[in-house]
């Protein structure tokens, strides 16, 4: 085990400063991590339900999902303290059903930190150093390098209970990454901080991961957070996968209505599809008159769609944008009155009551500081978007 | 300080209560035990001549200071019965104590480790005992352990012995009934610091490379010490003074401290010596108490 470890530098591709290297799923035959049609069964409640998914060595992923979904469970089973009902978990092509968790090179940030209150900062970090047999000078020199990289210098001598939450928070990431695990897992790790913490915590993970090369699975709720740390996000609901997806592609290519009003904000109208030419449909919505929208990726098997699109891509102005229909392409123009305006800093929300009787949801970046001609309450104006920036889905 | 203002501030009221009672029932009763054990014996009643008394005016006092003997105690240390006794009382106390712990620990454990409606049951399971006095679940040890009693009826049953065995008065009865009376007393505090252990912790051990009879002596054990702390004194220092379990289970050839004690008090008549024997076990038993208490304030500060 000893060997094993201290073996265990920072892995191909991710020499000191530079980016991991661009991997596809064509080049990278086997990933890191192979989850395989896991089921886990609490009673009668499936947290995890045939769930298949592959992680790439040197990624960093978010399983993003409401409470409940399921994510903390799958993540506890790449620990293992909880073992599968069905399917398989292989780590570098090696099933772990037989893997006890402390022979695992995976390891575990937990949500509460779990860190030892009887053991200060070195011996915390140390821990898992000792288990693994290393002989006392590496383990200091890997301590040391450790309280260096989460800057925790000058605390070794601490008791948790002596340090403050962002500290702590600290010890157990170090305590994570000491015995430098194949995978490490993160649960929420930085929902006990506060917001201004949390940003640049996020920031710093994010480094260390890129730093270090190592593959991050990290359990989030918060969208924000996943989306700003993840190179790919996985989106849970009832055990299961919604979508995987980067977070460009999450937010803009949604795979459902669910992930869309789950990511963000989104106005939703449902409606029939009308006709389907030139890569365009026409969507008849019952309070939204007809819509043009761009053909989606997948086609839509059912006549029945609803339309998403998000606030920031409708935008709204006292009259409607020329667009003729030979040369520019079509506009969607949805007249209405302004009823709600929020003023949010770098953004402005407004809530538009049309005179088709939807009410949308737009923002605008409020691009210049003094803006006299500001839409108020009450305000006539015309919503209008491209066809490519709304989403087919099914209903 | 006036009863008005100690009325108006009843926090202060309830900072003192616990001293008042200290002084009222421990330390003035000290206070006699201590007076009666620097006297000398009478054949009188009460038994002893008293070296004082108030009513005597001050100038009494002063003399019964000047001749303040402390032959009492010179007679306890010098006396082997004495010696004996107290070494008895503490060896009984850490042997019983040992006993205690290894098997407290176990089922403090087990409990801390059931599913919340079973954990009830346990604990209820632990306390039911003093729901029936004391006396006569000794009694009643004692009813077991005789020579046609329980135990041996059943020994016989099982072919596991011919005869029957002695079981009372010896050392065996005596422990069997301390460990069984003390039982609940280490179990309880051993359990109240396990059960609230995160169990998280013993994951993020597990996760670290421990196997779980490791995690166990590095995290599990370390943190249970100050209830193991306290379940120790909580009997060590009451078995140290016991007086009833040795009386009726134990044979009458070694005393423990509170038998002589007794002895001294009601047979011998001997007050003086008996009240000096109380002051010097007292003695004894503050260190620990000191000890644990320096413990228990440092744990306090770790916390705060």
Same mark, same amino acid.
């Given at each position: 085990?000893?060997?094993?470890?201290?073996?265990? #530098?920072?892995?191909?591709?991710?020499?000191?400063?530079?980016?991991?290297?661009?991997?596809?799923?064509?080049?990278?035959?086997? *990933?890191?991590?192979?989850?395989?049609?896991? !089921?886990?069964?609490?009673? &009668?409640?499936?947290?995890?339900?045939?769930?298949s998914?592959?992680?790439?060595a040197?990624?960093?992923?978010?399983?993003?999902?409401?409470?409940?979904?399921?994510?903390?469970t799958?993540?506890?089973?790449?620990?293992?303290?909880?073992?599968?009902?069905?399917?398989?978990i292989?780590?570098?092509?090696?099933?772990?059903?037989?893997?006890?968790?402390?022979?695992? *090179?995976?390891?575990?940030?937990?949500?509460?930190y779990?860190?030892?209150? /009887?053991?200060?900062v070195?011996?915390?970090?140390?821990?898992?150093?000792?288990?693994?047999g290393?002989?006392?000078?590496?383990i200091?020199a890997?301590?040391?390098?450790? !309280?260096?990289?989460?800057?925790?210098?000058?605390?070794?001598?601490?008791?948790?209970?002596?340090?403050?939450?962002g500290?702590?928070?600290?010890?157990?990431?170090?305590?994570?990454?000491?015995?430098?695990?194949?995978?490490?897992?993160?649960? #929420?790790?930085?929902?006990?901080?506060?917001?201004?913490?949390?940003?640049?915590t996020?920031?710093?993970?994010?480094?260390?991961?890129?730093?270090?090369?190592?593959?991050?699975?990290?359990?989030? /709720?918060?969208?924000?957070?996943?989306?700003?740390?993840?190179?790919?996000?996985?989106?849970?609901?009832?055990?299961?996968?919604?979508? !995987?997806?980067?977070?460009?592609?999450?937010?803009?290519?949604?795979?459902? &209505?669910?992930?869309?009003?789950?990511?963000?904000?989104?106005?939703?109208?449902?409606?029939?599809?009308?006709?389907?030419?030139?890569?365009?449909i026409?969507?008849?919505?019952?309070?939204?008159?007809?819509?043009?929208?761009?053909?989606p990726?997948?086609?839509?098997?059912?006549?029945?769609?609803?339309?998403?699109?998000? *606030?920031?891509?409708?935008?709204?102005?006292?009259?409607?944008?020329?667009?003729?229909?030979? /040369?520019?392409?079509?506009i969607?123009?949805?007249?209405?009155?302004?009823?709600?305006?929020?003023?949010?800093?770098g953004?402005?929300?407004?809530?538009?009551?049309l005179?088709?009787?939807?009410?949308?949801?737009?923002?605008?970046?409020?691009?210049?500081?003094?803006?006299?001609?500001?839409?108020?309450?009450?305000?006539?104006?015309?919503?209008?978007?491209?066809?490519?920036?709304?989403? !087919?889905?099914?209903? | 300080?006036?009863?008005?203002?100690?009325?108006?501030?009843?926090?202060?009221?309830?900072?003192?209560?616990?001293?008042?009672?200290? +002084?009222?029932? =421990?330390? $003035?009763?000290?206070?006699?035990?201590?007076?009666?054990?620097?006297?000398?014996?009478?054949?009188?009643?009460?038994?002893?001549?008293?070296?004082?008394?108030?009513?005597?005016?001050?100038?009494?006092?002063?003399?019964?200071?000047?001749?303040?003997?402390?032959?009492?105690?010179?007679?306890?240390?010098?006396?082997?019965?004495?010696v004996?006794?107290?070494?008895?009382?503490?060896?009984?106390?850490?042997?019983?104590?040992?006993?205690? @712990?290894?098997?407290?620990?176990?089922?403090?454990?087990?409990?801390?480790?059931?599913?919340?409606?079973?954990?009830?049951?346990?604990? @209820?399971?632990?306390?039911?005992?003093?729901?029936?006095?004391?006396?006569?679940?000794?009694?009643?040890?004692?009813?077991?352990?005789?020579?046609?009693?329980? @135990?041996?009826?059943?020994l016989?049953?099982?072919?596991?012995?011919? $005869?029957?065995?002695?079981?009372?008065?010896?050392?065996?009865?005596?422990?069997? %009934?301390? $460990?069984?009376?003390?039982?609940?007393?280490?179990?309880?505090?051993?359990?109240?610091?396990?059960?609230?252990?995160?169990p998280?912790l013993?994951?993020?051990?597990?996760?670290l490379?421990?196997?779980?009879?490791?995690?166990?002596?590095? $995290?599990?054990?370390?943190?249970?010490?100050? %209830? +193991?702390?306290?379940?120790?004194?909580?009997?060590?220092?009451?078995?140290?003074?016991?007086? +009833?379990?040795?009386d009726?289970?134990?044979?009458?050839?070694?005393?423990?401290?509170?038998?002589?004690?007794?002895?001294? =008090?009601?047979?011998?008549?001997?007050?003086?010596?008996?009240?000096?024997?109380?002051?010097?076990?007292?003695?004894?038993? +503050?260190?620990? @108490?000191?000890?644990?208490?320096?413990?228990?304030?440092?744990?306090?500060?770790r916390?705060?």
């Amino acid at each position: 085990m000893a060997e094993e470890i201290s073996n265990l #530098e920072p892995q191909a591709g991710a020499t000191a400063g530079l980016p991991e290297p661009e991997l596809t799923a064509a080049s990278a035959d086997l *990933p890191l991590l192979r989850i395989e049609g896991v !089921v886990k069964q609490f009673g &009668r409640f499936r947290a995890v339900d045939q769930l298949s998914l592959d992680i790439r060595a040197g990624e960093f992923f978010a399983l993003l999902g409401p409470s409940g979904c399921g994510k903390t469970t799958l993540l506890r089973m790449l620990a293992g303290f909880e073992t599968p009902d069905q399917g398989r978990i292989l780590l570098d092509g090696r099933d772990l059903a037989q893997v006890l968790p402390h022979q695992r *090179p995976v390891n575990i940030m937990f949500q509460n930190y779990a860190l030892f209150p /009887h053991l200060n900062v070195r011996d915390n970090i140390a821990f898992g150093l000792r288990r693994a047999g290393m002989k006392r000078r590496e383990i200091a020199a890997r301590v040391a390098e450790l !309280v260096a990289l989460v800057k925790l210098e000058g605390l070794e001598k601490r008791k948790p209970d002596q340090l403050s939450g962002g500290q702590r928070q600290r010890v157990a990431l170090a305590r994570a990454l000491a015995r430098r695990p194949q995978l490490l897992l993160l649960d #929420e790790p930085l929902a006990a901080l506060d917001k201004k913490l949390r940003e640049s915590t996020q920031f710093e993970l994010m480094e260390l991961q890129r730093r270090l090369g190592l593959t991050f699975v990290i359990v989030t /709720h918060d969208q924000a957070e996943a989306m700003t740390v993840a190179d790919r996000i996985g989106v849970m609901d009832g055990g299961r996968l919604e979508q !995987v997806a980067t977070p460009r592609e999450l937010y803009e290519v949604p795979a459902s &209505r669910w992930v869309a009003e789950f990511v963000g904000d989104v106005n939703i109208f449902e409606g029939k599809v009308n006709s389907c030419a030139a890569n365009r449909i026409m969507v008849a919505t019952g309070n939204a008159g007809t819509l043009v929208i761009a053909e989606p990726r997948r086609p839509i098997a059912s006549d029945l769609v609803c339309v998403a699109i998000r *606030p920031e891509k409708i935008k709204l102005s006292r009259r409607a944008p020329a667009s003729d229909a030979e /040369h520019a392409p079509v506009i969607n123009r949805l007249e209405g009155i302004i009823t709600e305006v929020n003023y949010l800093g770098g953004t402005t929300s407004y809530k538009v009551k049309l005179d088709a009787g939807a009410v949308l949801q737009s923002s605008m970046a409020n691009t210049a500081r003094l803006d006299i001609d500001a839409y108020g309450a009450g305000q006539r104006v015309v919503a209008w978007f491209s066809p490519d920036d709304g989403v !087919v889905l099914e209903p | 300080m006036t009863g008005r203002g100690l009325f108006a501030r009843p926090a202060r009221l309830a900072a003192v209560a616990p001293y008042l009672w200290m +002084v009222l029932f =421990f330390l $003035v009763p000290f206070g006699f035990v201590l007076k009666i054990s620097l006297s000398q014996t009478a054949i009188a009643q009460p038994p002893y001549t008293p070296l004082f008394e108030l009513t005597q005016g001050l100038s009494a006092i002063q003399t019964a200071f000047a001749k303040l003997s402390l032959e009492n105690y010179r007679l306890l240390i010098a006396d082997d019965l004495y010696v004996l006794s107290y070494l008895r009382s503490l060896v009984v106390a850490a042997v019983s104590t040992s006993i205690l @712990l290894l098997i407290g620990y176990p089922i403090a454990y087990g409990m801390a480790r059931l599913k919340p409606p079973w954990r009830s049951l346990a604990m @209820l399971l632990v306390i039911v005992p003093f729901w029936t006095s004391f006396l006569i679940r000794i009694y009643a040890w004692i009813n077991i352990l005789q020579h046609d009693g329980l @135990l041996n009826q059943i020994l016989l049953a099982l072919h596991l012995v011919s $005869v029957p065995v002695v079981w009372l008065s010896t050392d065996s009865a005596m422990y069997l %009934g301390i $460990v069984y009376s003390y039982l609940p007393f280490m179990i309880l505090p051993l359990y109240a610091t396990l059960a609230k252990m995160e169990p998280s912790l013993l994951e993020a051990a597990n996760d670290l490379g421990a196997a779980p009879r490791q995690a166990f002596w590095l $995290v599990t054990f370390p943190l249970s010490l100050p %209830g +193991v702390a306290a379940g120790v004194l909580l009997c060590f220092i009451p078995i140290v003074g016991e007086f +009833v379990i040795p009386d009726l289970l134990a044979g009458s050839d070694q005393l423990m401290i509170g038998q002589t004690l007794w002895l001294e =008090f009601f047979t011998n008549k001997d007050w003086p010596v008996a009240s000096a024997a109380a002051v010097l076990l007292l003695l004894l038993l +503050v260190l620990p @108490l000191v000890l644990y208490d320096r413990l228990q304030r440092r744990q306090l500060e770790r916390m705060g």
